[in-house]
């Protein structure tokens, strides 16, 4: 059974993970009026998997007898100068993402709620990989500093990366 400060602090999480697939999506639309095809459909994985997240913690909190909410998604932005400002805001919207999980892992080692940490470890490895994605593309990105024919490329490449697996059941 959760405790109720933990299960307010999951809910909240799902909100969050339900943002940050609608950010992404947000990303997406902007890349595909853009015709960057390629960072259009790795925005588009990149939201799918964030669906996935939310209902990995969707199926968590009822799995341990709670009842997860569906709360209002903020608006996200919608606009950006141009894909390196897209992707740096991609890469601080991780860290506070990143953020988030370590205050509930945090949450839940004080409340001394193994299964929720146990949970929460996988959440901790996936935003290394996360981080570590979007800081590899920023850093393809400065190395052409706005060169055409480079983003030509970083385009078609990020337009191979193949759907997300769902993670297994809570
Ligand atoms: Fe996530
Ligand atoms: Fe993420």
Redesign the pocket.
């Known amino acids: 059974m959760l405790k109720e400060r933990i299960q307010k602090a999951l809910n909240e999480q799902i909100q ?2 339900f943002y ?2 609608y950010l992404y999506l947000a990303m997406s639309a902007w890349s595909q009026a853009r015709n960057y095809e390629g960072f259009a459909h790795w925005m588009r994985m990149q939201a799918q ?2 669906l ?3 209902m990995k913690f969707f199926d968590y909190v009822h799995a341990t007898g709670g009842q997860a909410l569906v709360r209002a998604i903020p608006q996200p932005d919608t606009e950006w100068a141009d894909p390196v400002a897209m992707f740096q805001a991609a890469l601080d919207h ?1 860290r506070h ?1 990143t953020q988030n ?1 370590n205050n509930l892992a945090g949450l839940a080692i004080k409340e001394n709620d193994f299964a929720t940490n146990i949970t929460l470890q996988w ?1 901790i490895s ?2 290394v990989e ?1 981080e570590a994605a979007v800081e590899a593309i920023l850093g393809k990105l400065a190395m052409m500093g706005g060169n055409g024919p480079g983003l030509f490329m970083l385009d078609r490449e990020l337009a191979a990366r193949p759907a997300p697996t769902p993670p297994a059941a809570a």
């Open positions: 969050a993970e940050s697939g998997e964030e996935q997240h939310a991780e993402m999980i959440f996936e935003q996360e």
